[in-house]
């Protein structure tokens, strides 16, 4: 079992930053994926990024140059730095743990990020 426990989501004007973490527990071990899905209100959950335990990225075309996801494998946390924000931006975001054993998706209780001025 994996636990995902999300953090760091709030308010934001247009053009501001934030940060996002989600600490995960249990059993983390082997190659696996960590990131970050999000859901806006009437739309169906969309991927984001997402890195490896090898640390390959991966970022929906949207955010490219824009965020950036990185993990402490010491803490068993994973970030997303979310810069130049966008009202487009606002939804509910969730942590993701993939094994690559087993391609089974672990997803945290999320956390709501809106972008408004």
């Known amino acids: 079992q994996v636990q995902l426990v999300e953090s760091g989501g709030g308010l934001v004007q247009p053009g501001g930053s934030l940060r996002l973490s989600c600490a995960a527990s249990g059993s983390i071990f082997g190659i696996n994926t960590m990131g970050w899905y999000r859901q806006a209100p009437g739309k169906q959950r969309e991927f984001v990024a997402s890195?490896?335990?090898?640390?390959?990225?991966d970022y929906e075309d949207s955010v490219k140059g824009r965020f950036t996801i990185s993990r402490d494998n010491a803490k068993n946390t994973v970030y997303l730095q979310m810069n130049s924000l966008k009202p487009e931006d606002t939804a509910v975001y969730y942590c993701n743990f993939r094994r690559f054993s087993t391609q089974y998706d672990y997803w945290g209780q999320g956390t709501q990020v809106t972008v408004s001025s």
């Open positions: 890195i490896s335990s090898g640390g390959r990225t």
